[in-house]
């Protein structure tokens, strides 16, 4: 069974750093490239960052660009979100998605949400 | 990375059909045919129901159907039922980047 454990989400002040992590399992994780999607409260799905399956190819919005890393570890089946100069407008429950299939990209599992919080 | 354009909410009867629009440019809904839409219903993560602009993940029901016409992409529910009542959200993929739509929310009446 494919599962996507998101952790690392929290309180935060403004400029502060924070890191999420999402723990794959039941897949073999270093074929798919994986993203994080983040959901501002009451508001829509932002794509924020993917990363392809050797971790060579990182993308991002442009809303983080600069400010967040994406970064992946296949020998320990774990994506990672390094996320620096937070704002106010970075709060939202982010979630790790994973591809459907290598090379085809639509998100066919996501994990549980981890919330984080931007506020002083 | 401007949001793709969904109306805000649509809503139908049980058993009537509702179509969701998703206005792009030909920069992405008009240049891709990496389309898709996801349900999301409340306190849940988003669902894939439509890939490749009109093909269904195995396990989603034959009453969600999607198009695309130059720069806007569809998706059709027929035969409304209860549970179909949530926001849905387009997708749109190019290489380097993905952006999704502002999201519609669906009541079912």
């Known amino acids: 069974e494919v599962q996507l454990l998101g952790s690392g989400g929290g309180l935060v002040q403004p400029g502060e750093s924070l890191r999420l992590s999402c723990a794959a399992s039941?897949?073999?994780?270093?074929?798919?490239?994986m993203s994080w999607v983040r959901q501002a409260p009451g508001k829509g799905l932002e794509w924020v960052s993917s990363i392809t399956n050797s971790g060579a190819g990182t993308y991002y919005a442009d809303s983080v660009k600069g400010r967040f890393t994406i970064s992946r570890d296949n020998s320990k089946n774990t994506l990672s979100l390094q996320m620096n100069s937070l704002r106010a407008e970075d709060t939202a429950v982010y979630y790790c998605?994973?591809?459907?299939?290598?090379?085809?990209?639509?998100?066919?599992?996501w994990g549980q949400g981890t919330l984080v919080t931007v506020s002083s | 990375q401007s949001a793709l354009t969904q109306p805000a909410s649509v809503s139908g009867s049980p058993g009537q059909s509702i179509t969701i629009s998703c206005t792009g440019t030909s920069s992405d809904v008009g240049g891709s045919n990496y389309v898709s839409w996801y349900q999301q219903h409340p306190g849940k993560a988003p669902k894939l129901m439509i890939y490749?602009?009109?093909n269904r993940p195995s396990g989603v029901s034959n009453r969600f159907s999607g198009s695309k016409s130059g720069n806007t992409a569809s998706l059709t529910i027929s035969g409304l039922q209860a549970e179909d009542e949530a926001d849905y959200y387009c997708n749109s993929y190019a290489p380097t980047r993905m952006v999704f739509g502002g999201g519609t929310k669906l009541t079912v009446l």
């Open positions: 039941g897949f073999t994780f270093s074929n798919y490239v």
């Open positions: 490749d602009v009109s």
């Open positions: 998605a994973k591809y459907l299939a290598p090379g085809i990209p639509y998100f066919d599992y």
